[in-house]
T-cell receptor, first 110, second 115 residues
Framework: QKEVEQDPGPLSVPEGAIVSLNCTYS??????FMWYRQYSRKGPELLMY????GNKEDGRFTAQVDKSSKYISLFIRDSQPSDSATYLC??????????FGRGTSLIVHP | GAGVSQTPSNKVTEKGKYVELRCDPI?????LYWYRQSLGQGPEFLIY????????DSGLPNDRFFAVRPEGSVSTLKIQRTERGDSAVYLC?????????????FGEGSRLTVL
């Protein structure tokens, strides 16, 4: 079992839908939780980060962390075709090295 | 530019050859990471530098892989006796604050194809 599990999709939704992306993890030491977005043939870019449990909102994006369940989520409201990309969750604990999930491919069609 | 620069963007080589991939991080970033990303997978950690030294090289798959960062800026990932299984996108990232948020700034990657 990998430390970080993420469904690869693809997830296809119509424009304007609410999107829910999720990851589970097994390492209790993880404290920092991040979501990266990766467009085709580009490097990942950081969308959001959260420390420990709780919610964080930034515009149309909301990140949630439930450490008791070892489960994190990213919600995208009013999804747009430009949101079509691969979304990678990443986590780290005491080390300086984030561990990534395999990514979920999201397709938002007009 | 101000971002992380990686060269070459594409490299095709034959099995058994030697390859070097270069990374130029964001100016002033002391932390530098190499990851490898295979098709349909997430980035897999290879090595982490803090300054000139390799602080953690536990992700290097075997002794054919080696990386240097002699002056604490540019880094080179070196792969000897390449194998077809080495084909992947090699991503470099840099960070100014690895101990906190963990935000890494990635380059666009070097796509390696071993024939």
């Amino acid at each position: 079992q990998k430390e970080v599990e993420q469904d690869p999709g693809p997830l296809s939704v119509p424009e304007g839908a609410i999107v829910s992306l999720n990851c589970t993890y097994s390492n209790s030491a993880f404290q920092y939780f991040m979501w990266y977005r990766q467009y085709s043939r580009k490097g990942p870019e950081l969308l959001m980060y959260t420390y420990s449990s709780g919610n964080k909102e930034d515009g149309r994006f909301t990140a949630q962390v439930d450490k008791s369940s070892k489960y994190i989520s990213l919600f995208i409201r009013d999804s747009q075709p430009s949101d079509s990309a691969t979304y990678l969750c990443a986590m780290k604990g005491g080390s300086y090295i984030p561990t990534f999930g395999r990514g979920t491919s999201l397709i938002v069609h007009p | 530019g101000a971002g992380v620069s990686q060269t070459p963007s594409n490299k095709v080589t034959e099995k058994g050859k030697y390859v070097e991939l270069r990374c130029d991080p964001i100016s002033g970033h002391t932390a530098l990471y190499w990851y490898r990303q295979s098709l349909g997978q997430g980035p897999e950690f290879l090595i982490y530098f803090q300054g000139t030294g390799a602080a953690d090289d536990s992700g290097l798959p075997n002794d054919r892989f080696f990386a240097v960062r002699p002056e604490g800026s540019v880094s080179t990932l070196k792969i000897q006796r390449t194998e077809r299984g080495d084909s992947a996108v090699y991503l470099c990232a840099s960070s100014s604050s690895p101990a906190n948020t963990g935000e890494l700034f990635f380059g666009e990657g070097s796509r390696l194809t071993v024939l």
